[in-house]
């Protein structure tokens, strides 16, 4: 049976699985749907049309499924989705979506670091780190294995491919490729994100392969469709993570590659 602490206030046609804590003075919105095992810490808020998956922890203070900060809110019944055994601790937000009957997608086991800030809109993937006082702008792309730095941000529409890292401190302005890290602000790819590699299994050949992309797109001073097209070229094009590269770099949105 759901453990709930007497100041807590849940709406009538809230839906709490098994095992699901809530705090002292928490708050959860009536059409609020959590998983079994999850923990809403006291004076947190669960609100709007947000189903949570099984085991989150959402620490105090945070505020998980406010209204979108968009202007062009027209009404109807955006909500959001967040999956399994995530952390959102103290202070952060993620905000429902738009549009009528669309959605803001949270994968699994991603942590979501204090102060931090996810916007309407955006897809989320899974075991993702956001360092505290980050922010995602409206509809950005994470995709799965990220990291974003301290007091980093990204701009509205902007992708963060697969085990990429968004340095401290940075402002993302186009989209970040898979396996590579970008600083500055404007950032800039600077490096590949080898320790995320080599800490999620990746083998020396293909870390290897990685860092020559890196020397093809960013040192050799080609235009990026020409860097591409000579990476797609190569005999190492069929590997996993030179065809993550291709296939994020052919998809990339109007915000161009940084």
Sequence with gaps: MAKIHPTAIIEKGAEL??????????YIGPAVKIGEGSVVAHHATVDGNTVVGKFNQIFPYAFIGGKTHDLKFKGGNPGLRIGDGNVFREYTTAHCSTADQTFTIIGNRNNILAYSHIAHDCIVGDNIVMSSHSALGGHVVVEDHAVIGWGSGAHQFC???AY??????????????????????PAEVCA???INMQRNGFSPEEIDLVYSAFKLIYRRRLSRPHAIEELS?????SNRVIRAIIDFANGSSERGLA
């Excluded at 699985?17 to 003075?25: Q, R």
């Excluded at 070229?233 to 094009?237: G, Y």
């Design 159 to 161: 992708r963060i491919g």
């Design 164 to 185: 990429a890292m968004l340095s401290a401190s940075s402002k993302l302005v186009k989209d970040l490729p898979p396996f590579f890290m970008a600083d500055g602000s």
């Design 192 to 194: 590949i994100n080898k």
């Design 233 to 237: 070229m190569r005999d190492s094009s």
């Design 17 to 26: 699985g098994g095992d699901v804590e809530v705090g002292a003075y928490a």
